[in-house]
């Protein structure tokens, strides 16, 4: 198979397993697919990491040198809108974060490496379930990942609609943010609607928590710190014509260091502690790491980059690009080994805003780009191991 069948083989696989999407920890499908596809390139597989993950391994001479390179695998619980010939076949499942696309590139960097690429040292091939619930890497990771497959440095990428197709966007240090999820359940005093002197109304209370946790962004945070502090849900138990008793504020903050999530996490304690007291109201608080911050080690950031322009050519690449507060469970790797996360441009438009974001049920990846991450993803392999 030259590189232009290769193409063509990239771009059936990657339909096919956009027909069969499957969401976290239920990628059996998909695994078996990857695993069929990397042991007929003569690559040995192991099965069943973290639950659904596996890693492929190849190596090739003596050194001791070992590279891991990730995609992730599942599935995003969307009904697809759009109605390409490769449409999702599964209810309420679509492949609407481009891991079908980020899977075919892993595919097609294993072929190269197998076939033409030439290397001395051992490359894994890491296909990681529940990216999108952020517990696959941490699955993988109990299930001794990185006991089992010893390697010096771990790559990833994602597909960024809103980048122009083809192009390597990365930087050093931080580049997706935290994510962390906080509940504050507010008690108040019930009474009828017409009688707010009867009452502690818990309602008014979260209204004024919800415009003093804004204070955390734009009055707490340096400014040259990005955060975001979103309060995206509100219930309550009142009606028409009472004060409820209770209110529950939900929501999600964004960082870029552990120091701005235990300064975001502190400070919006002391305002819920604050505001409620002083309107007389009781509350709990809780407050959940879901995803660390996504930070690149800059000697792996310019690996990235060299092996990109050495594929792509230098306008193609760039290596100091803005961070995106987005978050990505590869940040959970980097704990561990050295490594760099870096985004491929897959938008069909090169006017950012016509092109179809990821999530949105009407996405599909841009198959013009399957080579294109291919073989960046081999030439990181081949350049990490000649370290
Ligand atoms: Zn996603
Ligand atoms: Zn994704």
Redesign the pocket.
């Known amino acids: 198979m030259d590189t232009n069948s290769l193409a063509h083989k990239l771009t059936d696989w990657r339909h096919e397993l956009h027909r069969h999407p499957e969401t976290a920890f239920d990628e059996h499908y998909t695994s078996a697919f990857l695993a069929d596809r990397l042991e007929e390139m003569g690559i040995t597989v192991t099965r069943g990491i973290g639950g659904t993950g596996l890693v492929g391994t190849l190596k090739k001479g003596t050194r001791p040198n070992a590279v891991g390179l990730r995609t992730?695998i599942d599935a995003n619980a969307i009904t697809e809108q759009g109605n390409p010939p490769w449409k999702s076949q599964n209810p309420g499942r679509m492949h609407a974060?481009?891991?079908d696309g980020h899977m075919v590139q892993l595919l097609g960097a294993a072929w190269l490496l197998s076939h033409t690429v030439d290397f001395d040292g051992t490359v894994y091939f890491i296909c990681q379930p529940a990216?999108?619930p952020g517990k696959g890497a941490r699955a993988m990771i109990d299930d001794g990942l990185f006991q089992r497959f010893p390697m010096d440095s771990i790559y990833g990428l994602?597909n960024m609609p809103m980048l122009p197709a083809g192009q390597i966007h990365v930087r050093p240090g931080g580049i997706m943010a935290s994510e962390d999820n906080f509940t504050i359940q507010i008690t108040g005093k019930g009474a009828h609607a017409s009688s707010p002197h009867m009452a502690i109304d818990p309602l008014v209370t979260a209204a004024e928590l919800i415009l003093a946790l804004q204070t955390i962004p734009s009055r707490t945070a340096n400014p040259l710190d990005p955060v975001v502090v979103s309060c995206t849900e509100l219930y309550m138990d009142g009606a028409h014509n009472a004060i409820p008793s209770h209110v529950t504020i939900k929501g999600d903050t964004r960082s870029f260091s552990p120091d701005v999530q235990t300064m975001i996490e502190t400070r919006m304690h002391d305002l819920t502690e604050a505001v409620c007291t002083g309107n007389g109201a009781t509350y709990d608080f809780s407050y959940t790491h879901e995803f660390a911050p996504t930070r690149n080690t800059p000697a792996n950031t310019a690996l990235v980059a060299r092996a990109a322009h050495r594929v792509l050519g230098s306008e193609q690449v760039y290596d100091t690009c803005e961070p995106i507060m987005i978050s990505e469970d590869f940040a959970q790797y980097l704990d561990h080994v050295p490594g760099a996360f870096f985004f491929l441009g897959s938008g069909v438009s090169n006017i950012p805003t016509e092109n179809t974001m990821?999530h949105n049920a009407g996405f599909d990846y841009n198959d013009h780009i399957l080579m294109t991450g291919a073989t960046v993803l081999a030439e990181i392999a081949r350049q990490a191991l000649e370290d």
Request: charged share 40%.
């Open positions: 992730d974060c481009g891991h990216e999108e994602h990821l």
